[in-house]
Protein backbone atom coordinates (compact mmCIF):
# COMPACT_ATOMS: atom_id res chain seq x y z
CA UNK A 1 0.00 0.00 0.00
CA UNK A 2 3.12 2.48 0.78
CA UNK A 3 4.93 2.13 -2.46
CA UNK A 4 1.05 2.63 -4.39
CA UNK A 5 0.91 5.55 -2.85
CA UNK A 6 4.26 6.85 -3.32
CA UNK A 7 3.87 5.67 -7.22
CA UNK A 8 0.55 7.75 -6.95
CA UNK A 9 2.27 11.03 -5.23
CA UNK A 10 5.41 10.76 -7.95
CA UNK A 11 3.27 10.40 -11.02
CA UNK A 12 1.13 13.68 -9.80
CA UNK A 13 4.45 15.62 -9.26
CA UNK A 14 5.77 14.28 -12.55
CA UNK A 15 2.70 15.55 -13.93
CA UNK A 16 2.38 19.21 -12.53
CA UNK A 17 6.25 19.67 -13.25
CA UNK A 18 5.78 19.06 -16.87
CA UNK A 19 2.78 21.08 -18.00
CA UNK A 20 4.32 24.66 -18.59
CA UNK A 21 2.22 27.88 -18.10
CA UNK A 22 2.99 29.04 -21.96
CA UNK A 23 2.31 32.94 -21.45
CA UNK A 24 2.77 33.80 -25.32
CA UNK A 25 1.09 37.09 -26.56
CA UNK A 26 -0.52 36.83 -30.40
CA UNK A 27 -0.50 39.59 -32.98
CA UNK A 28 -3.45 39.84 -35.14
CA UNK A 29 -4.32 42.51 -37.72
CA UNK A 30 -5.61 42.51 -41.23
CA UNK A 31 -2.37 41.26 -43.59
CA UNK A 32 -3.41 44.02 -46.56
CA UNK A 33 -5.33 47.30 -46.23
CA UNK A 34 -7.25 48.76 -48.84
CA UNK A 35 -7.48 52.96 -48.28
CA UNK A 36 -10.83 53.37 -50.54
CA UNK A 37 -10.68 56.51 -51.73
CA UNK A 38 -7.97 58.06 -54.04
CA UNK A 39 -4.73 60.04 -52.73
CA UNK A 40 -4.27 63.32 -54.79
CA UNK A 41 -0.81 64.20 -55.77
CA UNK A 42 0.70 66.10 -52.49
CA UNK A 43 -2.16 65.29 -50.11
CA UNK A 44 -1.86 63.25 -47.24
CA UNK A 45 -4.42 59.93 -46.80
CA UNK A 46 -5.14 59.18 -42.96
CA UNK A 47 -5.98 55.48 -42.68
CA UNK A 48 -6.16 53.81 -39.61
CA UNK A 49 -6.21 49.90 -38.26
CA UNK A 50 -6.82 48.09 -35.20
CA UNK A 51 -3.90 45.79 -33.99
CA UNK A 52 -5.24 43.08 -31.23
CA UNK A 53 -3.60 40.79 -29.07
CA UNK A 54 -5.70 37.40 -28.78
CA UNK A 55 -2.66 35.75 -26.92
CA UNK A 56 -2.40 35.24 -23.04
CA UNK A 57 0.52 37.56 -22.30
CA UNK A 58 0.89 41.14 -22.64
CA UNK A 59 2.07 42.47 -26.83
CA UNK A 60 4.63 44.49 -27.06
CA UNK A 61 5.12 46.36 -30.68
CA UNK A 62 9.17 47.22 -30.28
CA UNK A 63 9.52 48.68 -33.64
CA UNK A 64 8.13 49.20 -36.46
CA UNK A 65 9.14 50.64 -40.16
CA UNK A 66 7.81 50.82 -44.00
CA UNK A 67 8.79 50.22 -47.39
CA UNK A 68 9.02 53.86 -48.19
CA UNK A 69 9.05 57.11 -47.05
CA UNK A 70 5.88 57.84 -47.67
CA UNK A 71 4.28 56.04 -45.17
CA UNK A 72 4.24 56.98 -41.38
CA UNK A 73 2.62 54.95 -38.27
CA UNK A 74 1.97 56.72 -34.90
CA UNK A 75 2.70 53.40 -32.62
CA UNK A 76 4.98 54.56 -29.92
CA UNK A 77 6.13 51.68 -27.32
CA UNK A 78 2.50 49.54 -27.53
CA UNK A 79 2.01 47.78 -25.31
CA UNK A 80 -1.45 45.59 -25.57
CA UNK A 81 -3.16 43.96 -22.50
CA UNK A 82 -4.38 40.43 -22.89
CA UNK A 83 -7.66 40.17 -24.74
CA UNK A 84 -7.30 44.06 -25.51
CA UNK A 85 -6.63 45.96 -28.86
CA UNK A 86 -5.94 49.31 -30.22
CA UNK A 87 -6.14 51.67 -33.24
CA UNK A 88 -3.17 52.62 -35.01
CA UNK A 89 -3.34 55.83 -37.51
CA UNK A 90 -1.25 56.61 -40.42
CA UNK A 91 -0.59 58.67 -43.23
CA UNK A 92 0.75 58.14 -46.88
CA UNK A 93 1.57 61.20 -48.56
CA UNK A 94 1.36 60.45 -52.53
CA UNK A 95 4.36 61.79 -54.88
CA UNK A 96 4.05 63.50 -58.64
CA UNK A 97 5.97 60.46 -60.07
CA UNK A 98 3.17 57.80 -58.38
CA UNK A 99 0.06 59.82 -60.21
CA UNK A 100 -2.16 57.67 -61.94
CA UNK A 101 -0.57 54.24 -60.19
CA UNK A 102 -1.75 51.67 -57.92
CA UNK A 103 0.49 51.68 -54.83
CA UNK A 104 1.21 49.39 -51.81
CA UNK A 105 3.79 49.91 -49.13
CA UNK A 106 4.81 47.30 -46.62
CA UNK A 107 4.89 48.10 -42.92
CA UNK A 108 6.73 45.62 -40.97
CA UNK A 109 6.04 45.12 -37.01
CA UNK A 110 9.29 43.50 -34.71
CA UNK A 111 7.42 42.38 -31.75
CA UNK A 112 7.60 39.70 -28.66
CA UNK A 113 5.96 36.91 -30.14
CA UNK A 114 7.19 33.59 -31.30
CA UNK A 115 7.02 34.97 -34.42
CA UNK A 116 8.93 38.14 -34.25
CA UNK A 117 7.70 39.96 -37.23
CA UNK A 118 4.53 41.03 -38.96
CA UNK A 119 3.55 42.67 -41.87
CA UNK A 120 1.01 44.62 -43.20
CA UNK A 121 0.66 45.55 -46.60
CA UNK A 122 -1.09 48.82 -47.87
CA UNK A 123 -3.01 49.07 -50.72
CA UNK A 124 -3.83 52.83 -52.36
CA UNK A 125 -4.31 54.80 -55.37
CA UNK A 126 -2.95 58.11 -56.71
CA UNK A 127 -4.85 60.44 -58.45
Not at 4 to 14: D, E, K, M, P, S
Not at 19 to 42: A, M, Q, R, W
Not at 55 to 69: A, H, I, R
Not at 78 to 102: C, Q
Request: net charge positive.
Amino acid sequence: MKIRILTFVHIIIIFFLSCKNDKTPIFTCVSDLYIKDSVEVGAIANFDFKVKNTGNEVLKVLNQTCSCECTFLDIKNVGIKVSDSVIIKGKITAYLNDKGKSKQTLCTFKTNTKEVFHRLRIHYNVK
